[in-house]
């Protein structure tokens, strides 16, 4: 609350033992029913809910896998609820769901979509993803509750397979549906834990291979307006700086590599290091150099997966060594700056000790900064400052990859991004408190609307 303004100006989403205090009147004059969403979100988390942590119902994780069962059964339950509201539902071939509610102007233009998953990590929580589709029910449940209607088509989208958790690709059916990832190559990507399962084959089985193409093309896909999402920061920034919303303007670019490194196996105790060949020595000064190289450029490198061959023993140097590097930063020329240092000093280490190592990599990843559009993003600011104050609020670059950094690509798009606690995400401890799902549905409804208006102004002018 501000000393400026005077306190008829205020307003309070309150319920039971919570309330969020907001700088005053939201501008479409709709308020969001936080205890509605708070429920809501919980009861669908009943579907997956694993990895108790504490006493309270709401107190365990998630593991709520691509089309696994639970998730199927959240997606019926949400077909049903939308179709309640009078929704039309369309899936497409990735069984992406699309709700869509008509807007006044009965416009055929594509559809400002609200989007994000339902599926979670199999240790994963509760809100990651699933906040951001069942804020945008709540924000349908509050315009239709209230007769309110948009001037352009408004509705949610569910993307299939976000998480890449059970069939290894991230943010899989947006890029399928942005063009990035060929159709057949996500059909046949394989459970994890069982190769004879294909996305394609759960698809079906589950009823979500849908007729319409999954593309972003307006003569046969299902083309998208704009596309919001509202999503946990997953980063300690917000809450560090006492922040509770952020206005996602893009997206790190990132590329991941392979690296095998190749030495020699040999008795430990009587070969001389001069005459050896180790890569484990070798990938371990490797991946220090990367971590200084990139404190040098100010990006992110990470190594999460080391392996040496199963069989390596104790009193043997391992044969290879196989490990990732994951590089980070918003500007595609520092990445690439980074990547080219990088693969310079893994030169330099591979000829350094003993007799030296040889090393080959591959590019498995190469996902370039996104940078999102000026409107949306300026809907979103306009809906943080009217909510919390520019104090509040800031401006921020996404450090994960989200199913918005491929629709920016073919429709206008911004992210919403509200606090979670010690930043802790992809763990069954994730948690963002009800006064923060709360105030960013109700950013999410003010952004909607405000680009509506823009929309309609800038299309009709
Ligand atoms: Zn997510």
Redo the contacts with the bound molecule.
């Keep these: 609350m501000h000393a400026t303004r005077s306190a008829s100006h205020t307003f309070r989403l309150s319920a039971r033992g919570f309330s969020t205090v907001t700088r005053r009147q939201a501008p479409s004059g709709l308020r969001i029913n936080p205890d509605r969403l708070w429920e809501t979100l919980h009861k669908t988390c009943e579907w997956g809910a694993a990895h108790r942590y504490g006493e309270k119902p709401t107190e365990t994780g998630m593991a709520r896998l691509t089309l696994t069962d639970d998730d199927a059964r959240v997606r019926s339950w949400f077909a049903a609820e939308v179709k309640k509201l009078g929704c039309t539902l369309s899936v497409d071939q990735m069984g992406n769901m699309f709700a869509r509610q008509q807007g006044s102007l009965k416009s055929s233009a594509p559809m400002i979509a609200m989007g ?2 339902l599926d979670t990590q199999p240790r994963g929580g509760r809100y ?2 699933i906040l951001g589709v069942i804020a945008a029910l709540e924000v349908l449940r509050t315009m239709k509750e209230s007769g309110f209607e948009t001037n352009y088509d408004v509705g949610i989208v569910n993307w299939t397979n ?1 998480e890449g958790a059970r069939f290894p690709k991230s943010m899989c059916s947006s890029g399928v549906w942005a063009g990035a990832i060929p159709i057949e190559k996500a059909w046949d990507l394989r459970d994890i834990h069982n190769p004879h399962v294909t996305l394609r084959s759960e698809l079906e089985r589950h009823g979500y291979l849908g007729d319409i193409p999954c593309a972003s093309d307006e003569q046969f896909g299902y083309p998208l307006g704009a596309h919001f999402e509202l ?1 946990i920061e997953q980063g300690p920034i917000l809450e560090e700086t006492g922040r509770s919303i952020g206005v996602v303007q893009g997206a790190q670019g990132y590329r991941w590599f392979t690296i095998i490194v190749h030495g020699k196996d040999a008795h430990t105790g009587t070969t001389p290091l001069s005459t050896r060949k180790d890569p484990v020595l070798a990938a371990s000064k490797m991946i220090a150099a990367s971590n200084e190289i990139a404190s040098r450029h100010n990006a992110l490198v990470s190594t999460g997966i080391f392996r040496v061959p199963s069989n390596a023993s104790t009193n043997t140097l391992a044969t290879n060594v196989t490990f990732t590097l994951d590089i980070r930063h918003p500007n595609d020329s520092v990445v690439s700056a980074v990547q080219e240092d990088i693969f310079e000093a893994f030169a330099t280490i591979a000829s350094q000790d003993g007799k030296g190592v040889s090393f080959d990599w591959t590019l498995d990843t190469d996902s370039p900064a996104a940078k999102f559009d000026q409107n949306c993003v300026a809907s979103v600011q306009a809906a943080a400052d009217h909510l919390v104050g520019p104090e509040k609020s800031m401006l921020m670059t996404s450090g994960a990859g ?1 199913d918005t950094v491929y629709t920016s690509k073919h429709c206008p798009s911004a992210m919403i991004f509200v606090p979670c606690r010690e930043g802790v995400s992809h763990h069954p401890t994730e948690y963002c408190s009800p006064q923060d799902c709360a105030l960013g549905t109700q950013a999410l409804l003010e952004a909607v609307v405000h680009y509506d208006q823009f929309r309609t102004k800038s299309e009709n002018s």
């Design positions: 994000s998953h990651d993803g976000e999503h989200h």
